[in-house]
Every structure is written in structure tokens, then in C-alpha cells.
């Protein structure tokens, strides 16, 4: 017998699923069912596909035996089972989806509500097991093992008898307590219950023996108990039933055990379509962005049934990247069963099937925006980003798809909105969409450029993250308006007037800004008055082609490329401070040199840049203050 310790992680899941306060551990039995059928699922696609052996669909079904005597509850498959091997690796580590996601989790140390939100497969069964045997042959394996384990301590894993291919799970109930009577699930209705509230729509036979009491034959008073082998589920699939019979809970329910997410999907789509080519399609969003999902970890996909026989549990073609998040399945009496990856990736009716999966999102993620603008919202701030990379990335191949779908904050609305209605909402001469970037709406908010903007009464869209500007320089325009950074110079909202005046301020103190800019070297590439600002002394802008955004977004990422906006110091020709360089530009030449780093500075950090020469400044500041 070999003795083995759980991996860490393992371990510390067991431990919180042993001395689980949760309060639903009843799902415990819905996990191991869902496995059973897994299971089954893999042997008799292997059986079609491999032809090594031969396995007749009716044959295959999952057995529930209790045991009350020895508190053993029992459920047994003919599935695909496991040798050694596969018993040490999936049942001694974190793995698999929900656990992995549960471990991930625990590195950002969220201990929060733990198996509330993720699927934890096997482990649940230590919520209401003292001792766990597992007693497996795997397909067309002569050897039998059996797996024990009493919770933390480890496990062994020794050779055993067992005629039949598959498994077989053998839980121990823990003793009752005062708030847990685990002795209810020996009790034959309770099982019942729980499985035709969770797991109805398994396409197998879940069979127990059920006690009935029958007249006696012969006599019209006497009862006498018979034992009758039934089929506790109705075994048809939940996308096969007619939407009006699935009521939410269904929906719920059957997500939460295939998708190992405990909380509602926030949306389902069912789709029954007809046709050249007919399919139906269970699809699910999820209400929160998985742990892993902005990650190259996650693997977008749905599964794909052929007449509800599993062919594939992550079938990515069915998805683009920008749905990615969408969970689910799909099922057509069309496609081969034997069918390979690379088969599929030039398979047309997979495409076919494809177009029209997205479409169905599509739509339903418009009805959404229309009709439902709080869940949008809620659905948005959870996927958002992904749709705008879909937008530009592929060289803008699906802006189309996805323009009216994104969103962004504004500065009237005061929450999203969308690129239409901004341009529903613009002022008659306004030409262009206005936009500023930063990091948070309060700092973008706090931005000189900014404020005159809104100032004039126009409405500024807020892009705080990073994908922000390369949507919009994909989109190129809305609705035939083009897009202008509040912040650039290409912003033009001054009258002739005012425009003359300032080109004059700019003229006639033409040697001063020259001064000034020599003072502050190649950091800049012009020093000049502007009107652009309200109250505020000044601001930076750039010109060209690289924004100050993504100056810093590129130089965030781990290349060695530096790279650097032409930089523009404006300074507000109606603020005092510009009366006070002149003044210095005549009396005091050395004096406008420091003044001239103060404010280049300032300006760096009003745009939520570093400054590059801190002690430097510090001194000028302190020397300043010390007069
Ligand atoms: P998941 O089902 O998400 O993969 P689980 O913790 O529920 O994670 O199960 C872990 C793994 O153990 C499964 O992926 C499967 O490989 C194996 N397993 C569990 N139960 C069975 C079973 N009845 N028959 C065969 N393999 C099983
Ligand atoms: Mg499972």
C-alpha cells in the first residue's frame, strides 16, 4: 500500500471543505454525479471513436446504493474509470477547472465565500464524508486500484477486486451534529430530491433501489415492501427541453455543475434553431469575470455535442476572442462524431455553426443595451475590455460587430454611454467627439484641458483604460465624426477673435517662450500661450503621432523600447503667472529658468507623469521659498 501526502493546495481545500461551514453541502452528490457522467461520456466517445471496445449507449448508466447500516452512501459508474495513475492525479491534486480557479483565489489570498463560488468537484464530498474510498478500472486495463483517504493526512492507493470497468465511490458519512443530519442522505427520498433537483438532465440512468409498499397478492389488506430498481432522472438534456418547461433554477442549477461556477450565469441564451442546418445551443454569461480570465490561462470555449454525444469540452472555433466569455454548449444531429482538431478547424459547418452562434450573442447583447441598461452595465464593467480588444484587435476586422456595444464614461452623463448616443447628443456646430485619457475619472476630471471643454458645455468621453485609445484609432470615426483628444492640439473650440489674440500673445512674447524652452532642453519641444486652459496656469500636450498615453503605456511594458511624445508646455495666457514670466523675462532671466522647471513639472504631474529630476525641483522650490 502506498501512502501519499495531498500537494499543498490540495490540502488546504480539503481542510476548508472537511470543517466547510457552507450551508449547501447537499451539492456534494451533484458533483460526483456530474463526474460519473463525465466519465461515461469519455468512454463511449472513445468506444465510437478508438473502436477498441464496444459499448452499447443503454448499457451505460450510474447506480446509487445506500447503505444506512454502515452509514455508506454509494454511487457507482461504468464510465471510462481511472488506473493508478490518473487516481493519484486527479484525485491527489488541484487540477482541474473549478479547483485550479479555487487556487488562484488563494494566491490573491480572497478566502472570501470559497466553494460559493466555484465549482469544487470531488473534494465537496469531504463536506459530509468522514472516509472516502474510490474504487476504480479504467478501460481496457486488467489491474483495479482502490484510493482511501480520511481527509487531510493523505491517501493511499493499494490494488483491489473489481470486475466491472468504471467506478465506484464509497462515502462514510460524518457523525450528526445538531445543525447537520447527515444521516438524511441514507434516507432513499432525500436522494431523490436531490437529484431531480440537480441532476435531472444527466443522459443517463441515475438507478436506486426504492422501497414501495404493495398490496400482497392475494390480499386486499395486507402491505408488504418491494424493492424496485428505478430511474431517479428524467434523462432529457435541459437544451433539448422546450424553454417555456426549464424554469430558472434549471438553468442555474445545470450551469453551476457543468461550468463550476456556484454563482448565476447573469444570462442564459437557448437557442433551438431549425434548418439546412439545425443545432441547439445553451449559452451562458457568466455574472462575474473569472479569476483567470485576463490571463493567458484562460481557455475560451463551449462544448459540442453531436445528438447528445459529447465530441469536445472546449471547442474554441465555436467562439470568437471578443465572446471568449461566453459558457456553454452546442448540439447538432449534423456533425460527424469523428471528428479531429484539425478536422474542425477547416470543418464548414462549424463555421457555419460559429457565424451563427455569435450572432445569437450579438443580439442578445443588444437587447440587452436596449432593453436592460442596468444588467448592460453590470455585464460591461465585467467584460468590457474584452470587446473593446475585439475591436481593434484582427486590424479592426470586427469594429463593425462591436462599435455600438462598447462604452465609456462621460462627463455630462456622469455614467457609460455609448459612442450613438454621444453622437445623438452633440451640439449642432460640434464637429468632433471629444475625449481625454488618464488613469481615473477623478484625475481625468481634474485636467486643465478638460475643464474648459466641459466648460464650454461639450461632452468629453473619459478613456481610463489602455485599449481605450487603440479602439478609437481603429474606429477612426463615428458616424462620420472624428475623434479628438481634448488634450492634443488639434482642438480647436477658440472664436477668430480670440484666436488672433492669442497668435499675438504668442508673437510678441516670442523670446521669452524661446528662453524658456532652451531652459528646459530637449524636453520639450515648444514652450506657448494658450487658451485652452480655465484656472489652471498649465498643461502638457503633445504632437504627432505618439500621445502622452501612450508614452506611458508603452514605456509600462517590459521592452527596452523608449519611446517619447514631441511634448508642448501651454501656459494659460490668462493667468496671472503669465504676467509674472514676462515681468521675470525683463528683470530676472535666471529666476525664469526656474520657474520654467516648476512649471514644466507640475505639468508632468497634472498629466500623472513622474517627474524626472525630483531633487532638482525640490531645491529649485525650496530656494524659491526660502527669498
Ligand atoms: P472536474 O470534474 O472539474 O474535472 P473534479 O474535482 O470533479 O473536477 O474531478 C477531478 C477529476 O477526477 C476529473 O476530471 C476526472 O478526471 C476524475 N474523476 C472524478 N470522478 C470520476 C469518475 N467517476 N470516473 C472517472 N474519473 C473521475
Ligand atoms: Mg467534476
Redesign the pocket.
Known amino acids: 500500500m502506498e501512502e501519499k501526502q495531498f500537494k499543498a493546495e490540495s490540502k488546504r481545500l480539503l481542510d476548508l471543505m472537511i470543517n466547510s461551514i457552507y450551508t449547501n453541502k447537499e451539492i456534494f452528490l451533484r ?2 454525479i ?3 457522467s ?2 461515461l461520456d ?1 468512454r463511449y466517445y472513445n468506444s465510437l471513436t478508438q473502436k477498441k471496445e464496444n459499448v452499447k449507449k443503454e448499457d451505460l448508466k450510474i447506480n446509487i446504493i445506500i447503505d444506512k447500516e454502515n452509514r455508506k452512501l454509494i ?1 457507482e ?1 461504468n ?4 488506473n493508478k495513475k ?1 487516481l493519484e ?3 491527489g491534486t ?6 485550479l480557479a479555487f487556487k488562484e483565489a488563494q494566491e490573491k489570498k480572497e478566502e472570501v465565500d470559497i466553494i460559493g463560488q466555484f ?6 464530498c469531504f463536506m459530509v464524508s468522514k472516509d472516502v474510498v ?1 474504487e ?1 478500472k479504467a478501460t481496457n486495463s486488467e489491474d483495479a486500484y482502490r484510493w482511501h483517504s480520511k481527509g487531510v493526512d493523505g491517501y493511499t492507493i493499494e490494488p483491489t477486486e473489481k470486475d466491472t470497468v ?2 465506484k ?1 464509497i462515502l462514510t458519512l460524518k457523525d450528526d451534529t445538531d445543525d447537520e443530519p447527515y444521516s438524511r442522505y441514507l434516507e432513499t427520498y432525500v436522494i431523490k430530491e436531490l437529484v431531480t433537483k440537480y441532476s435531472d438532465y444527466i443522459r443517463y440512468p441515475i438507478m436506486m433501489d426504492v422501497p414501495h409498499e404493495k398490496l400482497k397478492e392475494g390480499s386486499k389488506d395486507e402491505y408488504e415492501t418491494v424493492i424496485e430498481n428505478e430511474t431517479l432522472n428524467s434523462m432529457v438534456p435541459l437544451w433539448k427541453k422546450k424553454k417555456s418547461e426549464i424554469t430558472p433554477q434549471e438553468y442555474h442549477s445545470f450551469y453551476s455543475a457543468k461550468f ?1 461556477d456556484f454563482q448565476e450565469p447573469q444570462k442564459v441564451i437557448h437557442t433551438q434553431a431549425e434548418g439546412t442546418f439545425s443545432y441547439n445551443a445553451l449559452l451562458f454569461i457568466p455574472s462575474h469575470t473569472p479569476y483567470d480570465y485576463y490571463t493567458k490561462e484562460f481557455e475560451k470555449g463551449l462544448q459540442l455535442y453531436s445528438s447528445g454525444v459529447l465530441i469536445m469540452d472546449k471547442c474554441e472555433e465555436l467562439l470568437p476572442d471578443y465572446y471568449s466569455f461566453v459558457k456553454g454548449l452546442v448540439d447538432s444531429p449534423d456533425l460527424s462524431l469523428n471528428i479531429s482538431r484539425e478536422m474542425l478547424q477547416q470543418d464548414r459547418q462549424l463555421k457555419t455553426l460559429a457565424k451563427s452562434i455569435e450572432k445569437k450573442i450579438n443580439n442578445e447583447l443588444n437587447k440587452m443595451l436596449n432593453d436592460e441598461r442596468d444588467e448592460y452595465i453590470k455585464f460591461f464593467n465585467n467584460f468590457g475590455s474584452q470587446l473593446k480588444f475585439g475591436v481593434y484587435d484582427n486590424f479592426g476586422a470586427n469594429k463593425d460587430t462591436l462599435k455600438d456595444l462598447i462604452m465609456f464614461y462621460s462627463s455630462t452623463e456622469k455614467k457609460l454611454v455609448t459612442l450613438r448616443e454621444y453622437v445623438a447628443r452633440m451640439k449642432e456646430e460640434q464637429k468632433e467627439i471629444y475625449y481625454a485619457c488618464g488613469e481615473t475619472v477623478d484625475k481625468i476630471d481634474m485636467l486643465p484641458q478638460v475643464e474648459k471643454v466641459k466648460d464650454k458645455g461639450y461632452e468629453i468621453l473619459y478613456f481610463t483604460e489602455n485599449v481605450d485609445e487603440f479602439v478609437i484609432q481603429t474606429l477612426r470615426e463615428y458616424s462620420e465624426k472624428k475623434f479628438t483628444n481634448v488634450c492634443t492640439d488639434s482642438l480647436d473650440l477658440d472664436t477668430e477673435e480670440e484666436k488672433a489674440k492669442l497668435k499675438e500673445e504668442n508673437e510678441s512674447n516670442k523670446d521669452m517662450l524661446e528662453t524658456m524652452k532652451t531652459a528646459l532642453g530637449d524636453e520639450v519641444q515648444v514652450v506657448r500661450f494658450t487658451n485652452k486652459l480655465k484656472n489652471h496656469p498649465v498643461c502638457l500636450t503633445s504632437e504627432g503621432a505618439i500621445s502622452l498615453e501612450m508614452e506611458k503605456v508603452i514605456n509600462a511594458m517590459p521592452t527596452d523600447q523608449n519611446i517619447k511624445a514631441q511634448k508642448v508646455l501651454e501656459i494659460n495666457a490668462s493667468h496671472p503667472i503669465a504676467n509674472k514670466l514676462k515681468e521675470l523675462y525683463e528683470k530676472d532671466k535666471e529666476l525664469l529658468n526656474e520657474y520654467s522647471k516648476i512649471l514644466y513639472s507640475q505639468a508632468r504631474l497634472i498629466e500623472g507623469m513622474s517627474v524626472e529630476n525630483p531633487t532638482e525641483i525640490s531645491n529649485i522650490i525650496c530656494d524659491i521659498l526660502s527669498k
Open positions: 458533483e460526483i456530474s463526474n460519473a463525465d466519465a469519455k454511487v459508474d464510465g471510462c474509470g481511472m490518473e492525479n486527479n484525485l488541484i487540477a482541474k477547472s473549478g479547483s465549482g469544487v468537484g470531488f473534494y465537496s474510490v476504480s468504471g467506478t465511490i463550476s
